[in-house]
């Protein structure tokens, strides 16, 4: 055994154990009392107790290691070192458990909190995040009474690594307190390619703090976006039902898969046969929407001119024109014009104006039809979007053509975006049409769309008064003026700008809302990004667990400092409480994970499996020996 490597010291096993504070009078902790009757696991106590990493206290009965670079002989005066009864066999001679904690950490003041304990199971085994209670009375680690100067603190975080005022980052490895970007690890991505940047301590990286069960879920993002998400990603990769004849591959595109139905009445798009399908494309493997037009051929070149302008506009509120090309790959000839995929969207028409399926209500056969109702929030909200999509299409010399409910999608919580832009340009490339009057045409095509929508009937216009009775009915004069000004026949030409003064301070609400929609988002992606971190650390637990050889070692994973990480994981995953059952506690897991990726000072005690040996090992240390056992595997790969 090389001096000053261990760290490790017990007792015989049969020796009592106890641990003293210095200053502390009374013995508090028990030696193992003989019981007549048969312990549970959870009562019978330890024989062994190591402490792990460094201690200021001394005193004779105690076990203990302080670790000094100056004093590289951990042996205390009269006490023989003894691995066996604390280690797996192979450990006690190997030159293991060498603690790899930055220099910074060995020579910084630890302020230990009064060791002074009993080694109680049914402390340590309970759902408890942090080891025997009496640990996280004396030391509960506050992350916010740190010391910007450096000195040390209060909770002995010895993160600011004692009095150069220099902050020590508990990411480091390398033991000079700053973040080392040559060694980092290969796990360490966010790091990398930063190397000149020197990055304080950071103690909101001790984002979990020991929560209450009921905070738990802020670790993860809510149920309904979740939800949400993951609908959209199952619908992206469900794949194309088998025999529709569908080409394998068209102009880079591959898996087709039509988005409604294709047999039966056929859908019209204006006096044209048009099909929606779903494609991948072999460019960038992303999946696309191509709107195919059957029966159509190209006059010239030239009328793909607008689709070029059109794939410059780039707006939160239209879909995205691609490409456009022509295809014999159906049959006949066609037109395929290619669009961003919103996965899981539908169209206005869809949501609110077509009649909805009745369902029974519980239970019973009466008969309820759904209220399809905008409310007056909404309904402005899908003005604001559509006022904006137009300003920005007419701001580009074009016309929009198509505002209609079934060409205008919901792709998220009252997000719309106006779809199938650019074909009718291609489409009606020959009639050569004036850019102004089609502009004013597609005012006239949004007052309709408001109208429709005000009155969930698309016929609605057929009977202007009863539509306008039926508007004012349901909602305020503002929507009123809004949907006259855009129908009426004016004239001289109305623009866009005419159109905004109408909306006026509506679009202060509608603003702010997509801020808050923001801030609501933002705050989503803060609890996934700790889970990012964690998914990390769980990977380096898998790597390094129960791996079967390394080095020739068929023990690698048992030994050395992975004996230490293997504990942990029992601490972690394989708690039992005191009726032998497993504690299955997600809070206890994401607090005890969290902590030891901040890597902090808070001790915990390890029992062995057979529960005749603690470790008091503090999560830095753990932190450690992940890392080192993660960096020996990644040198072995490179190797
Ligand atoms: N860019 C897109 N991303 C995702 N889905 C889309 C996209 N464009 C269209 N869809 C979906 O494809 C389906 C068919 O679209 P289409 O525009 O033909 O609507 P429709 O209701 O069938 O209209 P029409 O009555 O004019 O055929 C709709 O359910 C729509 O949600």
């Known amino acids: 055994m090389a001096t000053g490597d261990l760290a490790f010291f017990a007792r015989p096993a049969s020796s009592a154990v106890k641990i003293v504070a210095p200053s502390n009078t009374h013995d508090t902790l028990t ?17 062994n107790i190591v402490i792990y990493g460094s201690c200021k206290f001394q005193d004779k009965g105690c076990i203990y290691y302080h670790p000094s670079r100056d004093n590289p002989s ?33 020579t910084g003041t630890v302020s230990s909190p009064p060791l002074e304990f ?50 020590l980052n508990p990411y480091d490895q390398s033991g000079h307190g700053m973040l080392d970007y040559e060694t980092q690890n290969p796990m360490d991505v966010f790091y990398g390619g930063q190397s000149s940047f020197v990055r304080q301590q950071l103690n909101y990286h001790l984002y979990s703090q020991p929560l209450p069960e009921t905070l738990q ?71 696309y929407v191509l709107r195919r037009v059957e029966n159509f051929r190209l006059s010239s ?68 039809t759904q209220d399809t109702r905008i409310s007056e929030r909404t309904l402005w909200s899908y003005i604001i979007q559509i006022a904006s999509a137009l300003k920005a299409v007419h701001d580009a010399g074009l016309s929009m053509r198509v505002i209609d409910a079934s060409k205008v999608l919901i792709t998220g919580k009252n997000r719309i975006r106006i ?106 992606l803060m609890s996934e990004l700790e889970n990012g971190r964690l998914v990390r650390l769980l990977c380096k637990f898998g790597f390094i667990n129960e791996r079967p050889e390394f080095a020739r070692d068929a023990r690698w994973s048992e030994t050395g400092d992975r004996y230490i990480i293997k504990l942990f994981r029992d601490y972690v995953f394989h708690q039992v409480d005191e009726h032998g059952r497993p504690v299955v506690n997600l809070s206890h897991v994401l607090t005890c994970l969290n902590k030891l990726d901040a890597g902090v000072d808070e001790r915990i005690m390890l029992i062995s499996r057979d529960e005749q040996s603690c470790l008091v090992v503090s999560y830095k240390e753990v932190k450690a020996c992940v890392s080192s056992a993660f960096n020996e595997l990644g040198m072995g790969e490179m190797g």
């Open 217 to 287: 879920q802020r670790f993860f993002v809510s149920d309904d976006i979740r939800e949400e998400l993951q609908k959209r990603s199952e619908t992206i990769y469900t794949a194309p039902a088998p025999g529709l004849g569908l080409p394998d591959d068209l102009q880079g595109y591959h898996s087709l898969m039509p988005l409604e139905n294709t047999t039966g009445e056929r859908r019209k798009f204006g006096s044209w046969i048009s099909t929606v399908y779903r494609a991948v494309s072999s460019k960038d493997g992303m999946p």
């Open 118 to 167: 009993q080694v109680d199971h049914s402390q340590s085994s309970s759902s408890s995040s942090s080891g025997p209670s009496n640990y996280d009375d004396a030391e509960s680690y506050d992350p916010y009474a740190y010391d910007l100067n450096g000195n040390d603190d209060a909770n002995g975080d010895s993160f600011t690594g004692g009095s150069h005022g220099m902050q």
């Open 74 to 106: 951990p042996v205390p005066p009269n006490e023989s070192p003894s691995l066996s009864n604390a280690l797996p066999a192979q450990s006690v001679n190997a030159p293991v458990f060498v603690p790899k904690i930055p220099s910074a950490s060995l």
């Open 419 to 524: 779809s199938s832009c650019g074909i009718v340009d291609v489409l009606m490339h020959d009639a050569r049409q004036d850019i102004t009057r089609l502009q004013q045409e597609d005012f006239t095509m949004f007052g309709r769309l408001v109208f429709s929508l005000c009155c969930t009937s698309m016929g609605v216009m057929n009977d202007l008064q009863k539509a306008i009775a039926n508007l004012s009915k349901g909602y305020s004069s503002d929507v009123k003026s809004v949907a006259l000004f855009l129908i009426s026949k004016a004239t001289t030409f109305k623009t866009i700008g005419q159109l905004f003064d109408l909306i006026g301070s509506r679009l202060l609400t509608e603003f702010n809302e997509s801020q808050n929609a923001t801030d609501r988002l933002e705050g989503e």
């Open 31 to 47: 030696s193992p009392k003989p019981s007549p009757k048969k312990e549970s696991a959870a009562q019978r106590p330890c024989r």
């Open 301 to 368: 070149q030239a009328a793909f001119g607008p689709i070029e302008k059109w794939s410059r506009i780039r707006h939160p509120n239209i879909i995205s024109v691609r490409e456009a090309f022509t295809t014999r790959a159906f049959g006949g000839d066609s037109l395929v014009v290619v669009y961003d995929y919103h996965p899981n969207s539908k169209t206005l028409s869809e949501a609110h104006v077509k009649p909805k399926s009745s369902q029974f209500q519980n239970g019973h056969n009466r008969l309820a």
